[in-house]
């Protein structure tokens, strides 16, 4: 909520018999505020005196040194007017009033604001702890000044300046954007000629430390008056308050003095709420005619609206120019909105239709295939929708795969037809006076030469008999070459027939009879390798061998039972295993009398230490043993059975 400060002045001019006092008010035209604004409304004596810089000057009787400017040098003001702002390049800077009658007392206000550190000139703010304004009063004619306050940029308040040189502030900080301070005129203050001044008494050069100051206000407290009625409401005997607006008002202030006698009323004050009847220039539809296109548009003539403004686009950004850029379609609608906000809060938005119409387009590639064994294909173009607003000519531009992928490592042709071409991808770009477009077309290849073959086997033992399958697609002239001392030419697709006796690779050499230059090969290798038994473990195994011909002959296997075992530790017949010739695999059972089974094992020779497989000893007596082996022919089997004696002493 903002505060505004209204002064109406009691104005002493004389007092004889039943004289009035005169009470004028300002400001004298209607004032309009945002609503939910407070508005002071002070009654002062002997004056309230406010001062600004909006004419560009200094006022009247008021004194200044060092470098100053009356404009906007650092950013626009409080209240977008010009403001005097202090610089250090002439001398310290500082701005004096002129004498003024505060003999009853009152308050000083007004708006200050230090430039940020590290700034440019001549808006570079102060850092040190003694380069702040401290504000003072002389109550004899300026040959002495007394500290009233001083600000320092660190961004408080201080009772004078402290004259030391520690950093204090560094970037932004309380004081470095415009803000309103109030300050008691002190009692030694207190006289009919005093006047103030705001002074910068150090800083670091002719460069810096730069500070503004504006909308002085010096509201002497009233004397003589004893009590002003606002309107013969409630708000009697105060001498200021503040009203929150909601709706247009008016005040209007009675004088009394202290016995009650009515001295005059004031002009009506009225205050008036802004409404919101903001109007601003913007454009309402935009055309692009390229998804690469961005249009620039911009909100102007903001009238009938407090500023300053503030604006919020659909896009996020927040001047009042933007750049509206298309979704990357070559056809769309877009809708483009911006909300204007003015100091009172009052929004107004509208919208910007953006249409995207590319004209130009790339209406038909053609493609001319080319010939397998020569580059005979060729490309053309037709574009429709240039543009040509300026005599430029449209632009017609050919890549290959290579330079389309890579520039500069292919080929290119700036033409609508590009001839002699083999068989690829192509790409078109056309471009004209708004946009570019690009397009692509493959060139096939008209029927090319495929030489194809199969044969009836790919190896074998010598002496090999292989059948060749003649596959080949678009061509009627063949050349064999066996490698095997036959080779010749043929004019027709049958089986051919041959024998090997070494490995060999065979060409097929495919061609038209138009052009036997346009050919194709094919190759298919034949081998030819020592053919036996390649099984170790075969009676005829053959190491020479690398092609086995399934004549290997493998052993059968042979099992030798002992029939006692004697388990004593003598390390003589301690174990029932058996002697097996050929096997890979034994598996052996034993069962006691009762055909239990109180051993089985598998491997490749098991034996039974006459202990059951919890490892409890055997009685002595006959038992039963079952057998099966498997053999190194995986078809061999051989079972058995019978009975053992175990004998222990």
């Not at 209204?6 to 039943?18: D, E, H, V």
């Not at 703010?125 to 007394?146: C, F, H, K, M, R």
Request: proline share 6%.
């Amino acid at each position: 909520m903002k505060n505004l400060l209204l002064i109406l002045s009691f104005i002493s001019i004389g007092i004889m018999g039943n004289a009035q006092f005169c009470i004028p008010v300002s400001p004298e035209d209607t004032t309009y505020v945002c609503p939910g604004d407070s508005v002071l409304i002070s009654a002062n004596t002997p004056g309230a005196l406010d001062y600004d810089f909006d004419n560009g000057a200094l006022p009247s009787d008021w004194s200044l040194t060092g470098t100053s400017f009356f404009s906007q040098p650092c950013g626009p003001g409080i209240d977008t007017t010009a403001y005097y702002w202090a610089a250090t390049s002439a001398a310290t800077p500082q701005i004096t009033t002129a004498d003024l009658n505060v003999s009853c007392g009152g308050v000083i206000t007004f708006d200050m604001k230090y430039a940020v550190q590290s700034g440019s000139s001549p808006c570079e703010g102060p850092d040190l702890a003694n380069e702040g304004v401290e504000l003072q009063y002389s109550v004899n004619g300026g040959v002495t000044w007394i500290p009233i306050v001083y600000y320092s940029p660190g961004g408080y308040e201080l009772p004078s300046n402290p004259f030391t040189t520690g950093s204090v502030a560094s970037g932004t900080t309380p004081y470095t954007s415009w803000s309103n301070f109030t300050t008691a005129i002190p009692a030694g203050a207190l006289s009919g000629s005093t006047r103030f001044r705001w002074i910068q008494e150090v800083s670091s050069g002719t460069c810096c430390d730069n500070w503004g100051i504006d909308n002085i206000y010096i509201d002497a407290d009233e004397c003589p008056i004893g009590y002003v009625d606002w309107d013969g409401d409630a708000l009697e005997d105060s001498l200021s308050f503040w009203h929150v607006v909601t709706a247009d008002t008016f005040f209007v202030a009675d004088a009394y003095d202290t016995t009650g006698f009515y001295y005059c009323s004031s002009d009506t004050i009225w205050i008036n709420l802004y409404q919101n009847t903001m109007t601003f220039d913007l454009v309402d539809t935009v055309f692009a005619y390229c998804p690469t296109d961005s249009i620039p548009v911009e909100v102007t003539n903001v009238q009938f609206a407090p500023g300053p403004y503030s604006y919020q686009w659909s896009t996020g950004a927040t001047t009042a120019d933007e750049i509206l850029g298309t979704n990357g379609n070559k056809w769309d609608t877009i809708t483009y909105s911006v909300d204007v906000t003015d100091v009172c809060g009052y929004v107004s938005s509208q919208d910007v239709i953006m249409v995207v119409n590319q004209l130009l387009m790339i209406d038909t590639l053609i493609q001319y295939p080319t010939n397998a064994c020569s580059n005979t294909g060729a490309v053309s173009a037709f574009p429709v929708g240039i543009v040509d607003t300026s005599g430029y000519l449209a632009f017609y531009h050919w890549d290959d795969q290579a330079n389309y992928n890579n520039n500069g490592s292919g080929s290119f042709y700036d033409a609508s037809v590009w001839p002699d071409l083999s068989s690829g991808w192509y790409y078109f770009t056309i471009s004209d006076d708004l946009c570019s477009e690009t397009d692509s077309v493959f060139v096939e290849m008209d029927n090319p030469p495929m030489a194809d073959f199969s044969a009836s086997t790919t190896q074998g033992c010598s002496p090999l008999d292989v059948t060749f399958t003649n596959n080949s697609e678009n061509t009627d002239m063949f050349y064999w070459d066996f490698d095997n001392g036959n080779s010749f030419t043929v004019n027709n697709m049958n089986d051919q027939d041959q024998t090997f006796t070494n490995t060999s690779t065979v060409m097929l050499v495919a061609s038209t009879s138009a052009d036997p230059s346009c050919a194709d090969t094919a190759y298919v290798t034949i081998t030819v390798a020592p053919c036996g038994c390649t099984d170790p473990n075969a009676t005829n195994y053959n190491p020479a061998a690398t092609i086995d011909d399934g004549s290997c002959i493998l052993p059968i296997p042979t099992v030798i039972v002992p029939n006692v075992i004697t388990p004593n530790g003598d390390e003589v017949n301690d174990i029932f295993e058996l002697t097996v010739t050929n096997s890979t695999e034994i598996e052996l059972t034993i069962l006691n009398r009762w055909g239990n089974v109180i051993f089985n094992e598998v491997g490749t020779n098991p034996g039974w230490d006459g202990k059951t497989q919890g490892g409890l000893e055997v009685e002595a007596g006959t038992y039963f043993y079952r057998y099966i082996v498997k053999g190194v022919d995986e078809n061999a089997t051989l079972e058995g059975q019978g009975f053992l004696q175990l004998l222990r002493d």
